[in-house]
């Protein structure tokens, strides 16, 4: 599995090379549901289908448009993904997490990741940019299986998943910017159901202060290989306030992230810019 595996990733990562011209990005960047309106900030930009990338899956995830985007953010040249592909679509790990590792032998220096989340914590809204500083994973995790030498050690650390020079960067950008972050932990379950009170409520006990169905296998992929990370989930709905006519619903998560998505790229092109 591993050598064939390899193959598929390289052969991906050619290809794309090959229609970037051999630029090493600077950054890889994952936009998730409602946010990939970010990728249309990039500059020069270079548009390649997920379709038209050997091995590269077809996301189905409402709020995904299904294409790599290459070009200029923040005068940096980046790599950016409109969309991702989840566990929940039925693709094994290995396809999920398959574009960080072709991130990875593109040259990336830094990996950004976002996705829309429902708020555990009483104290965040609809709207809310949260700055992920820790992560809970209940999904499969995406090192199971023989260990990736070429990519980094068989039991890599996990104490900070997410950069803390970064965090402490975007930060001090988001106040110079006038805009209110807060942060917190990101917990990943598998979906696609949205959760129930009571699930909402026992990921509150045990740590969590958002919850998503993405994100976490990126970030393990991306941490085996030594590449700092940076996380932010936008709040889209809030999972501790349940009247009787409260509804969980897939469209009106994309809209609460597209509302917050120019909070978001001011955010993350601008720390991009002061790297």
Do not use: C, W
Not at 110 to 118: H, L, Q
Not at 148 to 172: C, H, N, Q, S, V
């Amino acid at each position: 599995m591993s050598k064939e595996y390899i193959e598929r990733i390289n052969k991906a990562a050619k290809f794309i090379s090959d229609k970037i011209d051999g630029k090493t990005p600077f950054a890889g960047i994952v936009l998730g549901s409602g946010l990939g309106e970010l990728a249309e900030k990039i500059e020069n930009k270079i548009v390649i289908p997920y379709t038209e990338i050997p091995n590269f899956s077809k996301s189905t995830a409402v709020g995904h448009k299904g294409n790599l985007i290459a070009g200029y953010l923040g005068e940096k040249f980046v790599v950016a993904m409109q969309g991702r592909f989840h566990f929940y679509e039925g693709y094994g790990m290995d396809q999920v997490t398959l574009p960080v590792r072709v991130m990875k032998v593109l040259g990336i220096s830094y990996f950004f990741v976002s996705n829309a989340a429902g708020g555990v914590n009483p104290s965040f809204r609809v709207g809310d940019l949260m700055i992920i500083k820790d992560q809970i994973n209940l999904m499969p995790n995406p090192l199971i299986g023989k260990n990736l030498d070429e990519f980094g050690p068989r039991f890599p650390d996990m104490t900070r998943p997410y950069d803390l020079e970064l965090i402490k960067r975007a930060k001090e950008i988001a106040k110079d910017l006038n805009i209110k972050v807060t942060s917190g932990v990101y917990l990943a379950s598998t979906g696609p159901t949205y959760e129930t009170p009571a699930e909402y409520g026992f990921f509150r006990t045990i740590g969590a202060d958002a919850v998503g169905m993405s994100t976490v296998p990126e970030v393990i992929v991306a941490r085996h290989s030594s590449i700092p990370v940076f996380g932010v989930s936008v709040i889209t709905n809030e999972g501790f306030n349940f009247s009787e006519d409260f509804v969980n619903d897939g469209d009106h998560v994309v809209e609460a992230a597209n509302r917050a998505a120019e909070k978001l790229e001011r955010i993350i092109t601008s720390l991009i810019a002061s790297l």
